[in-house]
């Protein structure tokens, strides 16, 4: 089995190739540098992609009979690499890698209408309190320290390009409940007669929080999944640990 993943440190792509095998579980069989490649006007494209990983796999399986999955991201052009492997090799089938099966199912989730609701309410009370308006955030990090032994605990901004960002700022929303709640039935706060001020009623639904609830719980375990990816340290033992315990729980 082996696997590819790209990346761009200091301005410098790279390509990342591993590999995993009976004995051996994890090993780095290269770290490409595409700075020149790129220099003479060319792309990081899918024939690229496989061309640099032909060497490895002949080296390994010089007879097509050993490397039988290649792992990518779910980026389009290592994608069609793969394809291009599976057409070099027909033992080979090219699969998206465990975290990034599990990001495509939360970008599933997130584009849900429902869901896209709530992250729309996200980012309205993450820009009234967590932003530039001075005396709302003021205001919510004072309650928010009261709630967490005097440490400032805030919003989460999500971007595109981290996976299940969404849901993670949704997950952060849910913990800071307490906070908003308490920022918005003060008096401080009704004081500063803000225009916004009577759509923060919302914040005391216990339907809403019920609703983020739900959508955390159901989606935690992806959440963990994708977590491990972000250590520092070696995961995907642990990755396979909890297959083994979760089956153990189906079977038992």
């Known amino acids: 089995m082996s696997s590819q993943d790209g990346l761009t440190h200091q301005k410098t ?3 990342n190739i591993l590999c995993s ?11 490409v540098d595409c700075t020149d490649h790129c220099a003479e006007g060319n792309k990081k494209d899918a024939q690229y992609i496989a061309d640099t990983m032909k060497p490895h796999i002949l080296k390994i399986d010089p007879s097509k009979q050993c490397v039988d999955f290649v792992i990518f991201d779910g980026a389009s052009n290592v994608q069609k690499g793969g394809k291009i492997l599976e057409a070099y090799d027909p033992r080979i089938t090219s699969v998206h890698g465990a975290c990034h099966n599990a990001s495509l199912v939360c970008q599933d989730v997130t584009e849900q209408p429902e869901v896209q609701l709530l992250v729309k309410l ?26 967490n032994n005097g440490v400032y605990l805030g919003f989460v901004k999500p971007a595109d390009t981290r996976m299940a ?37 919302i914040l005391q639904m216990d339907s809403l929080w019920r609703a983020i609830f739900a959508l955390c719980r159901a989606m935690y375990a992806m959440l963990r999944l994708l977590r491990m990816a972000d250590m520092k340290i070696p995961a995907m033992g642990k990755v396979r640990w909890m297959s083994f315990v979760t089956l153990n729980l189906v079977y038992s």
């Open 13 to 15: 792509p790279f390509l």
């Open 21 to 31: 095998g009976v004995h051996n579980h994890n090993a780095l069989l290269e770290i």
């Open 122 to 147: 996200h980012k309205k009370f993450r820009n009234l309190f967590g932003s530039v308006r001075h005396g709302p955030h003021a205001l919510f990090r004072k309650h928010s320290k009261q709630m």
């Open 165 to 201: 960002g969404n849901l993670i700022a949704l997950l952060r929303f849910l913990r800071l409940r307490e906070a908003l709640v308490a920022t918005t039935v003060s008096a401080e706060f009704r004081k500063m007669k803000m225009p916004w001020a009577p759509f923060c009623a």
